[in-house]
């Protein structure tokens, strides 16, 4: 397995919104496989195939590729909780928004909880220089969803967010083998189904 990714074959014709998902991609990937620090920016464009100017009229630099994948992660985040309030307030809410939040991990959305799992210390750093929006907005989903059951107890909320979380639990433990992502997602659901089922079903 290579440990950088290829470089592009020659100049690619993107939009512009194509070229930002695909900067975002390669830095993460090499980001997560040699190292945040060991990484340049001439390297991603290298990778890309583009010019080094190209890539700064997107991002101003690393940091701001990092704080974007944050940026991301707490829309959706925040559409989620959206979508939960604005749906029938029902026990079987509490897995569809669960699985819903599993559901939407694509192979890029993979990248970035690989990169997050192995830069640790940069992500602390970060969120703790910026608001952590998606911390919040699933702590408020976590919560508007054990509102909904009936005999919710002290540690419903824990196992609530250890279902939502499957899908990182998943990611760190698929780096012990070579599982595709369509895998990853696949234990990430059957593990976040069975804690949710356990809360509907007591409820």
Do not use: C
């Amino acid at each position: 397995m290579s440990t950088t990714p290829a470089p592009a074959p020659g100049p690619t014709r993107r939009t512009g919104p194509e070229t930002r998902a695909a900067i975002l991609r390669v830095a993460l990937e090499l980001f997560t496989k040699q190292g945040y620090d060991a990484t340049s920016m001439r390297q991603v464009a290298e990778v890309l195939g583009i010019r080094k100017a190209s890539l700064y009229y997107h991002f101003a630099g690393k940091e701001e590729i990092v704080r974007s994948l944050f940026a991301q992660r707490g829309d959706e985040a925040e559409q989620l909780l959206k979508w939960v309030v604005a749906q029938p307030r029902t026990i079987e809410l509490v897995k569809a928004a669960v699985l819903r939040w599993v559901d939407s991990f694509s192979a890029d959305k993979l990248h970035g909880l690989r990169f997050l799992s192995a830069n640790p210390l940069l992500v602390r750093s970060l969120t703790a220089q910026h608001d952590n929006r998606i911390g919040s907005a699933l702590a408020e989903l976590v919560d508007a969803l054990v509102a909904l059951l009936p005999h919710r107890t002290a540690v419903d909320a824990l196992q609530l967010r250890m279902a939502l979380l499957s899908i990182n639990a998943a990611v760190q433990a698929s780096a012990q083998g070579d599982f595709t992502d369509e895998e990853i997602v696949a234990a990430a659901r059957r593990g976040a189904t069975v804690l949710v089922d356990a809360l509907v079903e007591r409820g």
